[in-house]
Nanobody, 118 residues
Framework: VQLVESGGGLVEPGGSLRLSCAASGLSLSNYDMSWYRQAPGKERELVAIISSVGGRTHYSGSVKGRFTISRDNANNMVYLQMNSLGPEDTAVYYC????????????WGQGTQVTVSS
């Protein structure tokens, strides 16, 4: 099983980025998917989550209204559209797959760096 994030980079304040998480070795339809981020010296925090079925979403207060999580189960992809980025969004962003079956394993990607700076 692999989760591979991409799409990170350097962007100016106010800009946008779209992160992608490509999953292999599992069927995403059996997983709730989420994005986390970890800034230097801080704890890893939940950014957004999307349910396996129905596509229900939840966002942290700091990104609500600016970020959008989406998924494409047919292609085993999850996305995070990030708009109106600010320096406080600088972090390594991670993709997480949590199984809907409580007996299953969860998986994490290796992360992608997002840096917001002028």
């Amino acid at each position: 099983v692999q989760l591979v994030e991409s799409g990170g980079g350097l962007v100016e304040p106010g800009g946008s980025l779209r992160l992608s998480c490509a999953a292999s070795g599992l069927s995403l339809s059996n997983y709730d998917m989420s994005w986390y981020r970890q800034a230097p010296g801080k704890e890893r925090e939940l950014v957004a989550i999307i349910s396996s079925v129905g596509g229900r979403t939840h966002y942290s207060g700091s990104v609500k209204g600016r970020f959008t999580i989406s998924r494409d189960n047919a292609n085993n992809m999850v996305y995070l559209q990030m708009n109106s980025l600010g320096p406080e969004d600088t972090a390594v962003y991670y993709c997480r797959a949590r199984p809907t079956d409580s007996g299953g394993s969860e998986y994490w990607g290796q992360g992608t760096q997002v840096t917001v700076s002028s």
